[in-house]
C-alpha cells in the first residue's frame, strides 16, 4: 500500500474513460502557498496499491513564490478506470524511460519500444523510425502544393505547384524520463525555385514505452490571397514494405466499420474452402503462405488479378466521405467505399508491420484526406491531407471589396481584411505498428486519435482552489436555483444541437459559433458583416470553460477546446502588422476591420494550457504579452481620438482589460515582474481618475511606460469595459495583487453601473451621463462583485431582476421545451443571440456564487 503525505490527496479522473494505455499531460491548480515549488509529488492509483512514474513542473506561481498550476506526465494503463490520486512525496521510478541524443544533425528518442530520427535541418521531418530493431518508417516529411492561376491566350489555366517544409530550427523542450518533447519551426520552400512561405510549427512528443507519438502541426498564411492558393497541405510517411503482395495491408476508419484491403486481395471467382479462409484471414491482416506446388493454380490466380497500388479517402464535408483505389497511375480511380464521417484513422503495412495515422478532427475539419501510394513497391507514401489536394483550392479573399459599417455592423471603414497572419493548428498520432491492426483495435486508435486521453480534477477541486477566479458549482437545493441550473444547462444542449443543425464545420471555421440570427430566413446572419461569426465577441470561450469546470462534463470540454484552437490561432495574428491582435466578428473570420487585442487576450486560452499543458496555446499566450505596442501603428480609438501627444488610446476595458490578461499570465507564467508592475502602473493610473473606474473610460497611453493619461470622466459608452472577460481577469488578479482599494474601485463601479441617475450625481456631480451606461445584463458581474463586497442589497436585486427580465432568464431551452420552435423541420430559437447566451451564463454563474443569498423566490418581482 502507498502512503501519501499530509496534503490532502488531489483526486483525479479521466475525463473519458480510454480503451488503450495512454501517454497523458495534465494540469492541477493549488491554492496559495499549499505547494513549495521544491516538494515531490507522486501519483498512485485510487486506492492507493499502484504507484505511476510521473514528470512534473510549474506552469504558474503565486506571487509567494508557491505553485499555483503544476503539469504532469504519465504513462497509464486504460483499465484504471477507477480514478487517481496525486499527493506530495517520492513518485516510482519510470520501469522503462524516454531518452534524448542531440547531436549537430539530429536528435534521437528512445521510448524503450520505438525509436525514432528527428532531423535538425532540412526537408526530412523524421529521419526514420524503428521497432525492434526493423524500420517501420523511412522518412517523414511536410508537404504542401499551391495552386497558381495563369492566363493562357484568353483562358483561365491552374497548374500545381509543389513545396517542402524545411527545418530551420530544432528545441529539445523536454527531455524525459516520462516524457520528451521537440519543436521544430521552418518554412515550406519549392522543390523548384527559392520561395518560401507558410512559417510552420511542429511538436513531437514522447512517452516511455508507448509505441506511438504526439505531432501538433500549426502554420501561418503569409501570401497573397488573391494570388496564393493553397491546394494541399499534409505530412507524408514513408514505409518499407516487403514479402508478397496479398500480405501487403491498408485500413482506413469509415464511420460503421473498416475499408480494409490489399494490394492482392485473395478474393477472385475461385476463392472457395480453404482459399476462403484465407480471404477471411487477409482481411484480418493475418500473414498468409502457400504452398508453391499445391497452390500452384491459385497462385496464378493472383498473379493474373489486378494489382492496386494506391488507395485514399477523401472527406470532402462534414457529411460525405469516399474510398477510391487504383492499380496504376494514367489509370482511373475506382470508387470503392462512401459514408457520412469517417474515423480519421488509416495504416499502411506489410509482413514486417507498419504505420497507423490519426487525425484529429478529420471530419470536422474537412477538406481532409488520406493517400497511400506505392503499395505494389519497395516503398509505400502514406500522405495525411490537412487539406485534401481533391478538394478545391483554399480561397483566403475577402467576401467583398469595400465595408459595410451603417448597413451590415462592420466596424471600421478601413477594410484591412488580410488572412496575413493567421494560422491553423492539427493534431495527429502516428503508431509504429508490428503487425497489422486487427478490427477492434482499429477502432480503439480512431478513439485515441480523435479524442486524446486526460486526466481531470473533480470539479468541487478546481472551485476550492479557486482555479481561473469566482464562479459557481451547480447547485438545485432550492426551486430557484434549480430552475436557474436548467436554463444554463440548456444553452449548452441549444449551442451543441445547433453546431449540429447548422454545420458548423470546416478548416477554418469549426470550434466557433455564429453571431445572431436572422428569424425571416431561419438561418443565422452568415452574410451580414458583423452578425456572422463571433470571434471571441463577448467571451463565450470563459462560457464555456466555466461550464466545464463547475460541471466536469467531456461533451462542454471538447466544445471549449474546439473553440480555444479556433480562437487562438484563426481569429488572432501570429505574424505581419497584426501579430498579437485578432479581427472582430465577420462573414469572414479576419475581414473585419477592427484589429483589437481583446480577441487575441491571453484570458481567452489559458484555461485550456493550465489544464493541458499545451505547448501550442502556450506560444499564443506568449505571443500576445506585448501587443499593447500594436495599438501604437492602429490606434484602437482612431475613428475619434486623432493624432495627439499620446503615443495611442485605449480604453479601460477592453483594451487595458485584455492587457492585464496578457501581463497576468506572462507574470504568474515566468515570475516576470517587469508585466506585474505594469499593471501596478496603469492601476495606480485609474485611482488617480476622478472617479476611478468609472471615470474614462478612454484613455491617452504610453505602452513604453504603462501609462494611462486621463481624457476625461465621460467619453466612451461603459459597457465594453465589463462585457469582454475584465472581470473575469480582474477577480482572479485582485488575489494576486491582494491590493484593497483595486477591490474597493471595482465594487464601486458595479454599484455604479445599474444605479438611477440621481444616485450616480451624488457620487459624480452629475458630471457622467447614464446614457453612456448601456446594456444591463452584460454589467452583472461586476454589479454582483458591487453588491456581494459591500453587501449591497439593493444592487443585488438589480443583478436578479436583469438576469430574470431577460429572455435567457425565462425560456427553457432543453430540446422538448416548448420555446423550441419547430419551422420546415429546423430547431430554431427566433431570438437567438450568442452575445447574450456568453454574457448571461457568464453572469448567472458568477451571481450563484456572490449574491444567492438575494435569490427572489419563483414568480417574485423585486423592487
Known sequence: ?????????????????????????????????????????????????????????????????????????????????????????????????????????????????????????????????????????????????????????????????????????????????????????????????????????????????????????????????????????????????????????????????????????????????????????????????????????????????????????????????????????????????????????????????????????????????????????????????????????????????????????????????????????????????????????????????????????????????????????PDRSTPEKAYLEDRLDGIIAFYQREVEQRKWFGFWDYGDFMHSYDATRHVWNYDLGGCAWQNSELVPNMWLWTMFLRSGRADIFRMAEAMTRHTSEVDMYHIGEYAGLGSRHNVVHWGCGCKEPRIAMAGLHRYYYYLTADERIGDCMELVKDADYATVTLDPLRAYHPKDEHPTHIRVGPDWAAFSSNWMTRWERFEDTFYRDKIRTGIDCIKKANYRLISGPAYGYDPKTGILSSMGDDNRGRHLSICMGGPQVWFELAEMLEDPEWNEMMAEYGIYYNAPQEEKDLLSHGEISHKHFEHPVLSVAIAAYGAYYKQHTVTAERCWNILHGNPFGAADLQEQSEDVVYMDGIKEIDWMNTNEASQWSLNTILSLELISEWLPPLGSKQK
Open 1 to 473: 500500500m502507498v502512503l501519501l503525505s499530509s496534503l490532502t490527496p488531489v483526486q483525479l479522473r479521466w475525463l473519458k474513460n480510454p480503451s488503450r494505455d495512454a501517454g497523458i499531460t495534465w494540469g492541477i491548480p493549488w491554492k496559495k502557498g499549499e505547494l513549495n515549488r521544491k516538494e515531490s509529488l507522486c501519483l498512485s492509483s485510487a486506492d492507493g496499491a499502484r504507484q505511476y512514474p510521473m514528470d512534473s513542473w510549474p506552469t504558474a506561481y503565486w506571487p509567494d513564490g508557491s505553485i499555483k498550476w503544476s503539469a504532469h506526465a504519465a504513462v497509464v494503463p486504460a483499465w484504471e478506470s477507477g480514478g487517481f490520486v496525486l499527493g506530495k512525496g517520492e513518485g516510482a521510478a519510470p520501469a522503462s524511460r524516454v531518452t534524448v541524443e542531440e547531436s549537430a544533425e539530429r536528435i534521437m528518442v528512445s521510448s524503450g519500444a520505438i525509436r525514432w530520427a528527428v532531423a535538425k535541418q532540412g526537408s526530412r521531418i523524421i529521419e526514420g523510425i524503428e521497432r525492434g530493431g526493423t524500420e517501420i518508417c523511412a522518412g517523414g516529411a511536410l508537404v504542401a502544393l499551391t495552386e497558381v492561376h495563369d492566363r493562357v491566350s484568353g483562358m483561365q489555366a491552374y497548374r500545381q505547384e509543389p513545396f517542402e517544409g524545411m527545418i530551420r530550427q530544432a528545441t529539445v523542450e523536454a527531455a524525459g524520463p516520462v516524457r520528451a518533447v521537440i519543436r521544430l519551426e521552418g518554412r515550406y520552400r519549392a522543390k523548384s525555385g527559392a520561395r518560401e512561405w507558410l512559417p510552420f510549427t511542429l511538436r513531437l512528443y514522447f512517452y516511455a514505452g508507448q509505441e506511438s507519438i504526439r505531432l501538433v502541426h500549426t502554420f501561418y498564411y503569409d501570401g497573397n490571397p488573391h494570388t496564393d492558393f493553397i491546394k494541399g497541405l499534409g505530412i507524408s510517411f514513408e514505409v518499407p514494405l516487403s514479402g508478397p503482395h496479398y500480405n501487403r495491408h491498408i485500413r482506413f476508419a469509415g464511420d460503421q466499420g473498416l475499408f480494409k484491403d490489399s494490394p492482392k486481395s485473395m478474393y477472385n471467382r475461385r476463392t472457395k474452402g480453404e482459399y476462403l479462409e484465407k480471404y477471411e484471414d487477409q482481411l484480418e491482416g493475418k500473414a498468409l503462405s502457400f504452398d508453391e506446388e499445391e497452390d500452384a493454380y491459385y497462385l496464378g490466380l493472383l498473379k493474373d488479378a489486378a494489382t492496386w497500388d494506391s488507395f485514399k479517402i477523401l472527406q470532402d464535408s462534414s457529411e460525405h466521405f469516399t474510398v477510391r483505389k487504383r492499380t496504376k497511375e494514367g489509370c482511373s480511380w475506382v470508387k470503392g467505399a462512401e459514408g457520412r464521417r469517417a474515423g480519421g484513422v488509416g495504416y499502411a503495412g506489410g509482413v514486417s508491420g507498419g504505420i497507423a495515422v490519426g487525425l484529429k478532427d478529420f471530419w470536422r475539419k474537412y477538406p481532409s484526406g488520406m493517400e497511400i501510394t506505392g503499395m505494389a513497391g519497395e516503398q509505400a507514401r502514406f500522405t495525411v491531407w490537412f487539406w485534401s489536394p481533391d478538394a478545391e483550392a483554399m480561397d483566403m479573399r475577402h467576401y467583398d471589396t469595400e465595408t459595410h459599417v451603417l448597413s451590415s455592423y462592420e466596424g471600421a471603414d478601413e477594410l484591412r481584411a488580410t488572412p496575413y497572419g493567421v494560422g491553423n493548428t492539427h493534431e495527429l498520432t502516428v503508431w509504429c505498428l508490428g503487425a497489422t491492426p486487427g478490427s477492434d483495435t482499429f477502432g480503439q486508435l480512431a478513439e485515441a486519435a480523435d479524442m486524446p486521453e486526460l486526466l481531470v480534477c473533480t470539479p468541487e477541486y478546481y472551485h476550492d482552489t479557486r482555479a481561473f477566479g469566482l464562479w459557481s458549482l
